[in-house]
T-cell receptor, first 112, second 111 residues
């Protein structure tokens, strides 16, 4: 059972553009939603995370939007740069459980 | 603070052998989780340890096991290796506010 669905699988964006990645979850017990960035040969790096008591969180060029009623959340990367080219994973977790359920990943390519 | 360290970084084993991977969490973090990453199945949770006790376990066969020591360092063991166990094994260290920080992983190849 795929509890977190992520789309699109891949994304090409021009430098300076906006990258948007969407995730949907099924388990209403989830209460912590992080995003990770992974470069080839590296482990995932925590980018930004949100809890369901807020609808939006922004850190630098990265913004999470959260829609609790729709059970969806998304990552927006503003002013995308070639250095942002990586695979991005959304995840969800019951905060006390420390068990992350990951989406399938989105490979983002930012063209100069 | 130093990040999560994992050893070894690369490993090649033969079917039927066993392997032990090691993880040292961020200083002060008491929870360690393990994940398997493959191109086909993505990132999947293996198990989580807190204060030397396994608190959560994913849907993996009993060949996959782990333990945690009193200094929070953790090891995972895979016995009777199969070709399908070839993967990147990731360890994550959890902060008290539930943020998980990943190590660089151990790339296991089973031939």
């Amino acid at each position: 059972q795929q509890q977190v669905k992520q789309s699109p699988q891949s994304l090409i964006v021009q430098k300076g553009g906006i990258s948007i990645i969407n995730c949907a979850y099924e388990n209403t017990a989830f209460d912590y939603f992080p995003w990770y960035q992974q470069f080839p040969g590296k482990g995932p790096a925590l980018l930004i995370a949100i809890r369901p008591d807020v609808s939006e969180k922004k850190e630098g060029r990265f913004t999470i939007s959260f829609n609790k009623s729709a059970k969806q959340f998304s990552l927006h990367i503003m002013d995308s740069q070639p250095g942002d080219s990586a695979t991005y994973f959304c995840a969800a977790m019951k905060a006390a459980g420390n068990k992350l359920t990951f989406g399938g990943g989105t490979r983002v390519l930012v063209k100069p | 603070k130093a990040g999560v360290t994992q050893t070894p970084r690369y490993l090649i084993k033969t079917r039927g052998q066993q392997v032990t991977l090691s993880c040292s969490p961020i200083s002060g973090h008491r929870s360690v989780s393990w994940y398997q990453q493959t191109p086909g199945q993505g990132l999947q949770f293996l198990f989580e340890y807190f204060s030397e006790t396994q608190r959560n376990k994913g849907n993996f066969p009993g060949r996959f096991s782990g333990r945690q020591f009193s200094n929070s360092r953790s090891e995972m063991n895979v016995s009777t290796l199969e070709l399908g166990d070839s993967a990147l094994y990731l360890c994550a260290s959890s902060s008290p506010s539930y943020e998980q920080y990943f190590g660089p992983g151990t790339r296991l190849t089973v031939t």
